[in-house]
């Protein structure tokens, strides 16, 4: 049951992302935020289908892991520039251990990258789920208020 929980908490973050963003006014921040909210949207497509709120389809289950794949290569990207605003949840130790936050990001690149190869029917989902959602929670958890 952990699983759901993870699950309801990537969606709850997912769903008050769009309020979060307006008061931010630094674009580098702005700039990760939207793609951390394209992270939890990807993430959503397999969330639902495996609740059976879509239907299962192949090819967009290995889409969205394709793209979570890429947006978790472009992380570093996004947060080399130590950018700060009122609403950021960002740690500042991300800056300090630059390479940790890096190796996370590409943890995650790959975990997604096998996943969207291996994704072949709807019981392959939960354990896809939980894999994904272990590689936020392992950054998450280190790397944000
Ligand atoms: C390598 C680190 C790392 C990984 C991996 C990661 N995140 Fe994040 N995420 C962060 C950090 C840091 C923040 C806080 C950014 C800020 O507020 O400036 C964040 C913020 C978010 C936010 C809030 C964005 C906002 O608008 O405030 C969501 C949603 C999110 N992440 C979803 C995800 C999902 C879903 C995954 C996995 C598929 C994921 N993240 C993987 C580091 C990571």
Redesign the pocket.
């Known amino acids: 049951m952990n699983f759901f929980k993870l699950f309801v908490a ?1 969606f709850i ?2 769903s008050s ?1 769009v309020f ?2 307006s008061g ?1 006014k630094d674009k580098n ?1 702005k700039e ?3 793609l ?2 394209e ?2 949207n ?2 959503k497509i397999i969330g639902q289908m495996l609740k059976g709120k879509t239907s299962f389809d192949e090819n967009e289950a290995k889409l969205a892991l394709e793209r ?1 794949s890429f ?2 290569l472009k ?2 990207k996004v ?1 080399q520039v130590n ?1 700060t ?1 009122p ?5 500042s130790s ?1 800056w300090d251990e630059f390479d940790e ?2 190796k ?2 590409q ?2 690149a790959e975990t ?1 990258e096998v996943l969207a190869v291996s994704v072949g029917t709807i019981n392959d989902l939960r354990p896809a789920l939980k894999r ?2 272990s ?2 929670k ?3 958890n ?4």
């Open positions: 990537v973050t997912a992302v979060a963003h931010v921040v990760r935020m939207m951390m909210k992270m939890a990807n993430t979570l947006l978790s992380t570093p947060f950018a605003d609403k950021s949840e960002a740690k991300i936050f890096t996370l990001s943890d995650l997604t994904v959602s590689g936020c392992a950054c998450h280190k790397y944000r208020e």
